[in-house]
């Protein structure tokens, strides 16, 4: 006798009444959990490159994530591969052999576990290199486990979108052709995804840290007092209130060296450094607030020291003190230094924001105080320095067209730890003599622009004069600041393929995708080693300054014995 039921299109076939529901769910599920062999395979190798060294060391948590993101590269990227290969050979998928699984388990396994083994190698090395004895075993352990969890979510969130691509298509499908179905289907997924991450998630992100820093902003650090003095901004008969300074403008204004200290080291008379700052407060804008500044620098009697030093800041508005200590106990507190907020955001989050902040205060701080030492009587102007550190340095290049521009507007610049997108920066560096490295590039016999990333054990080139104004650029071979770019993702660098800095590994290699990955991982924790490493710069501004300023009366005895200051301050 013949069943009932439905045919796929809902007719009636037979007496058996088919459950539509259960099908599509149970096929539903076993997608989701399927994994496909090529894409394992991309999954493992990837993963285990990923155990593979950077610039600075990884704790457990750290590598689980980036093992993770890296196996779900590698997933992609071998699904895509096999994808490739079945279009040039013109046949449909094939569900691999029982056989093919099996040397896949044992043959992954058996990968991961020497790549892990020979990470944690690596890791020690590189601790070893800049100092660094922590070491959490337990995160080690369950490294694995982190990164099975990363590859997971995002497969899991690669998949949705599929899913969320394949109903958008069958959609339109009712409507339109199913080519254009698809590519539109695609247009308005992939717009959706955009929209998600940088409307939704992003500005999420954002507003999330203006209010947390915001916040801060307001506060004072603990044991930072006004100043008593008619010499700081925020003092006695200052144009620039205390309450306007920011975090860190009033931690700027609130500590330095004390005269009885600059004595010490001197052995002889001093001045009282000049400190003026300008907070986001204080102003609405950066012109505004670099008027004001130079107007409360012009009170203090700035423009009447020997030197003056015009510094960016970074993006939270905080100056390195071991950048203005030095200066200042190498010129016996005959100097000024003059710096405005333009943001309250950690530099990262401030370039992604908005970069033209950063580009604003120090183009307009630098021309004001131009403005008003160019009409100053040569032989009454003060040494006019200019410096910056990390978002600081990009921020200080923006004032200048290059080489000549710094030579004939300052007496001498130091710029530390320059992120990798800095327009002088990158031009003096790609266009370095022929057989200088990227880690110290030599531009034009250094005549003007050097770059050093220990200037104690020198400055290159050693053997060629160094006249006039003095521009030097300090960077660690270590820091991930200064190499970070997106051309890591396909381009091998010079500085990998080059003779390893001191205190990067030597089986540093690079790796498409992964590298890329690996350095972006290191950004955030790149002030999180000894100084002298990563992005941390102290001592080495007390050698910087004293190339640069060439004082007279300071010995090699004396550089270090400051540098013993500077540090213990840090």
Request: proline share 6%.
């Amino acid at each position: 006798m013949q069943e009932s039921g439905r045919s796929a299109r809902g007719e009636p076939v037979g007496n058996v009444e088919v459950d539509e529901s259960d099908a599509p769910r149970s096929q539903r599920r076993r997608s989701a959990l399927h994994l496909t062999l090529p894409g394992c395979w991309g999954a493992v190798l990837f993963a285990c490159l990923s155990f593979t060294p950077s610039l600075l060391p990884r704790g457990g948590l750290l590598q689980g994530m980036i093992c993770g993101i890296t196996a779900a590269i590698g997933y992609g990227l071998g699904v895509l591969l096999a994808f490739v290969w079945r279009a040039f050979a013109d046949r449909p998928p094939r569900p691999p052999k029982a056989t093919s699984w099996w040397i896949f388990g044992v043959g992954g396994v058996v990968l991961f576990a020497v790549f892990f083994g020979l990470g944690q190698y690596w890791q020690h090395e590189i601790r070893s290199l800049m100092g660094i004895s922590d070491y959490n075993l337990v995160l080690t352990i369950l490294s694995p486990v982190v990164a099975a969890v990363m590859f997971a979510l995002l497969l899991a969130i690669g998949r949705g979108i599929r899913g969320l691509y394949r109903w958008a298509a069958k959609t339109l499908d009712r409507w339109i052709g199913q080519r254009a179905a698809n590519v539109v289907g695609w247009v308005l997924v992939a717009g959706l995804v955009y929209a998600v991450v940088s409307g939704v998630l992003l500005a999420g992100f954002i507003e999330a840290a203006n209010t947390a820093f915001s916040a801060r902003d307001t506060r004072t650090e603990e044991g930072v007092q006004q100043p008593t003095t008619a010499l700081r901004s925020g003092g006695p008969d200052s144009v620039v209130p205390w309450d306007s300074l920011g975090w860190q403008g009033r931690i700027f204004v609130g500590q330095g060296p004390s005269t009885e200290q600059l004595g010490r080291f001197a052995e002889g008379p001093v001045l009282e450094p000049i400190r003026i700052y300008g907070g986001l407060a204080s102003s609405e804008d950066t012109e505004e607030r670099a008027a004001l500044a130079v107007e409360d620098l012009t009170r203090a009697g700035g423009f009447e020291r020997e030197n003056l030093v015009v510094v960016t800041t970074t993006g939270s508005g905080w100056v390195d003190p071991a950048l203005v200590d030095s200066v200042e106990y190498l010129t016996g507190g005959d100097v000024a230094t003059v710096a405005i907020q333009y943001s309250y955001l950690p530099s990262w989050i401030s370039y992604l924001v908005d970069q033209s902040k950063a580009r604003e205060a120090g183009r307009d701080l630098f021309d004001a105080v131009y403005d008003v030492w160019s009409k100053l009587s040569q032989d009454a102007r003060p040494r006019l320095l200019v410096a910056g550190e990390s978002l600081g340095s990009f921020g200080g290049e923006t004032a200048f067209s290059g080489e000549y521009d710094l030579r004939n507007r300052t007496a001498g610049t130091v710029f530390a730890g320059p992120p990798n997108f800095n327009v002088l920066f990158r031009e003096f560096s790609d266009h370095r003599d022929d057989g200088s490295p990227e880690i110290e590039p030599v531009f034009r016999d250094g005549r003007t622009v050097r770059f050093t990333n220990d200037p104690q054990a020198g400055i290159p080139p050693a053997d060629s004069p160094w006249e006039g104004s003095r521009v030097l650029y300090l960077m660690h071979p270590s820091d991930p600041i200064v190499w970070w770019s997106p051309r890591l993702i396909t381009r091998e660098p010079d500085w990998i393929g080059e003779a390893p800095g001191r205190d990067v590994l030597e089986d540093m290699v690079w790796i498409p995708f992964v590298t890329f990955w690996q350095i972006t991982a290191d950004l955030p924790f790149s002030t999180g080693v000894p100084a002298g490493h990563g992005h941390k710069y102290s001592t080495e501004y007390v050698d910087a300054w004293a190339v640069v300023l060439q004082p007279s009366d300071v010995t090699t005895e004396d550089l270090d014995s400051l540098k013993s200051i500077v540090g213990e301050e840090e």
